[in-house]
């Protein structure tokens, strides 16, 4: 250790990497500045995985150069009980390019506090994978106490909302924040984008992602989607849909992962709009005669689907209610001379314009009275708060295509 120790503000300067600004002893480093693991992020170490897959956990080490082939150097920040804060100079070692174990030396947060350093040989001494068949190998829910979830698009406002959603949420842990390849915030911590940094960096690696985690949440659009669910079919992992916008054969590519794979596909995972579908169900069967019936939904200038999906399941539920074919009746916008309306159309309008989240309004319009049933998001957290109970709906489940009705039981 003495060795080590000593080579490390060389390496580190020679690296680049301003990770070391004072060497009290061949023991002991005053850490100010580097990668600080944290006990959520060693939570997700397991034996066996790649360096890649340990890098996209862990970030960057303090030093990996010629020297330090089959090890890499990190702080580890963590408070034991209710005591002291204390950090210790980790080291990940690998075997054959997969991990081995962690090793290293505690380190007092106070240097002025802190007496002889403890030597510590093993902080977690992780045990070489045991030979077993497939029937032995405990499935990944059941060996976490948390679930495990990785999020695409997260530097959106949806995959904002959903990082936000996650570190509020006691049953879960944010494993993987992802982006695209050309994303400006590759490697940035995720939670800062929510003001509360959680050490989980933004990354473009799929595969890394899903080899650490149980349940991806996709809101983002329809091509980049089905890419996310190939990946999620190969690593096994469960997946919650939010995307809207998607033709019939994305819609027929969801079914078809849902024999290898658990997926939670809906226009809507808010539980309030969700509501609203039962709603409707029992006021289109109620309502179904003398009634003209037009669906208006506004949102925020940026989206580029219309009507929404939440819209047009709206459209669905009232059909299906009616007897109808949705795809016979449905009129999407009016324009010129359009003659009278004939009285099964079910009539849609669009709104776009500023900030606004979502409003969705289902008219019945008789004579001489008008029912309205209206939703309106003030956030987008309702619908994140959704996605993450659709994410627990899944576990223990290996396969299926549900929505927000089955999580809800109110199918």
């Known amino acids: 250790m003495k060795r080590i120790l000593f080579f490390l503000p060389l390496l580190a300067a020679c690296s680049g990497t301003p990770a070391i600004t004072n060497v009290l002893s061949p023991y002991r480093v005053d850490v100010r500045q580097g990668n600080m693991v944290t006990q959520e992020m060693m939570s997700q170490l397991k034996p066996g995985l790649s360096r890649e897959q340990v890098r996209f956990i862990l970030g960057t080490p303090l030093v990996a150069d010629m020297f330090h082939a089959d090890r890499w150097d990190y702080v580890y920040r963590f408070q034991p009980g209710h005591g002291e804060i204390q950090q210790r100079v980790l080291t990940v070692f690998f075997q054959n390019n997969k991990l081995l174990r962690v090793a290293g030396d505690v380190v007092a947060d106070d240097p002025g506090k802190a007496e002889a350093p403890k030597p510590v040989n093993q902080v977690i001494d992780i045990p070489a994978p045991a030979a077993a068949t497939p029937a032995a190998t405990p499935d990944k829910n059941e060996a ?188 999407y916008g009016r324009e010129g001379h359009t003659g009278e309306r004939p009285a099964p159309q079910i009539g849609f309008s669009t709104i776009r314009g500023g900030d606004i989240v979502g409003d969705h309004t289902v008219l019945f319009a008789g004579g001489g009275e008008r029912i309205e049933i209206t939703h309106k998001s003030a956030s987008r957290m309702p619908y994140a708060q959704g996605a993450l109970r659709a994410a627990r709906f899944m576990r223990g489940r290996s396969s299926g295509l549900f929505d927000m009705q089955d999580v809800l039981g109110l199918k």
Not at 216 to 235: M, V
Not at 246 to 270: L, Q
Not at 291 to 310: F, L, N, W
């Open 144 to 331: 976490m106490d948390k679930l495990r979830y990785a999020i695409a698009g997260s530097s959106g406002r949806m995959g904002r909302t959903l990082i936000e959603a996650v570190q509020q949420d006691p049953e879960g842990v944010l494993a993987a924040a992802l982006e695209h390849a050309s994303s400006p915030f590759l490697g940035r911590d995720a939670g800062e984008l929510v003001g509360a940094p959680c050490g989980v960096k933004i990354g473009a690696d799929l595969d890394a992602a899903l080899a650490v985690s149980d349940c991806l949440i996709d809101f983002t659009r329809p091509e980049g989607t089905l890419q996310h669910l190939e990946a999620c079919k190969r690593h096994n992992v469960a997946m919650v849909i939010g995307t809207t916008g998607f033709s019939a054969e994305g819609k027929a590519a969801i079914a078809e992962a849902s024999r290898t794979i658990p997926i939670v596909f809906a226009p809507n995972m808010a539980v309030g709009v969700n509501a609203v579908f039962r709603l409707l169900d029992v006021a289109a069967r109620i309502l179904n005669q003398g009634y003209d019936i037009e669906v208006i939904e506004a949102h925020h200038r940026h989206k580029v689907d219309a009507p929404s999906g939440t819209a047009l399941r709206m459209g669905e539920v009232v059909a299906k209610a009616l007897g109808r074919d949705l795809a016979e009746c449905a009129v």
